[in-house]
Nanobody, 128 residues
């Protein structure tokens, strides 16, 4: 079992920055990859970014590439999502997720289907 707690959401003006954190606890040694997804009101959940266990491989949605950066600090079992140049369309609930078994392709971390545990979410509101 892995427990996830997100933090760092809030209200920010367009063009501003926020950093989201996701702290994992429990069986963290079993973690293969970690990802961030988001869901805006009335829309389906969508992939934002993911990172492999080693941190060597990262994946981003086209909509956030160049603005968001995912990173992880193993010593704290924490994954971060640094968000810059925020836009109103980034407004959503952001969820951290964990995959606990190896995937044949790291790019499969872009799909929520492959994740085993989810956090409760943290809200990001970008005002224009």
């Amino acid at each position: 079992q892995v427990q996830l707690v997100e933090s760092g959401g809030g209200l920010v003006q367009a063009g501003g920055s926020l950093r989201l954190s996701c702290a994992a606890s429990g069986d963290t040694l079993s973690i293969y990859g970690m990802g961030w997804f988001r869901q805006a009101p009335g829309k389906e959940r969508e992939f934002v970014a993911a990172i492999s266990r080693s941190g060597d491989s990262t994946y981003y949605a086209d909509s956030v590439k160049g603005r968001f950066t995912i990173s992880r600090l193993d010593a704290k079992n924490t994954v971060y999502l640094q968000m810059h140049r925020l836009k109103s369309e980034d407004t959503a609930a952001y969820y951290c997720a964990v995959r606990i078994a190896e995937l044949s392709l790291g790019t499969l971390l872009k799909y929520d289907y492959y994740y085993n545990y989810w956090g409760q979410g943290t809200h990001v509101t970008v005002s224009s």
